[in-house]
């Protein structure tokens, strides 16, 4: 079974995907909204940018971000100015990690949400006198609703899993940086296969029951939708 340390991890974990998930649901709703809305012509350097989590090795990405949250690095050395205390291995980095790891995960679904909405809806919104705010929240928002759905499970499942950029970022500090995925691979090591396979199966099954409810809900919403 979890012994104390596993319990912790757990928590840390679970925290970290809750906290990761609301950030990227607060600032990347405007930003797939006005993705999906733009017609700027280099809209796709953005695009890139935002998927670039998807194609770049998170050693990489956690190699450069530990660099960047470091004591010698841009934001590190700026907090540390201040009289604060660089941003590496601590749970703030792990989020800072994690935000920019899962981005294309929460982003991407409600790009492709909003732009699956039209300009149609909001159109007749806007002819009776809605202001942008209004057609947004009212109209382009509950339409997007599967897209949410899909950004929430997606954007808190995926940071459960990670492991390259939270072992760079954070390390390996019990109670304070040590994740579930950090765990099990501490328990391989350490050749404890049976505290392995409750964390690793609980991760499995946590996993599997979030994709069964983000594929049945939107297969509710579509047959729902007229």
Known sequence: MFNEADLTALAITLKLAVITTMILLVL??????WLARTRWRFKFVLEAVVALPLV???TVLGFYLLIALGPHGPVGGLMESMGGKPLAFTFTGLVIGSVIYSMPFVIQ???DAF???GRRPLEVAATLRASPLDRFFTVAVPLARPGFLTATVLGFAHTLGEFGVVLMIGGNIPGETQVVSIAIYDHVE????????WLSGGLLLLSFVLLIAVYALNRRFRVARP
């Open 28 to 33: 990347g709703t405007p930003l797939a909204w």
């Open 190 to 197: 350490g050749l404890e296969y049976t505290h392995a396979h």
């Open 109 to 111: 679904p409600l790009q």
């Open 56 to 58: 770049l090795p998170p």
């Open 115 to 117: 732009m699956a909405v």
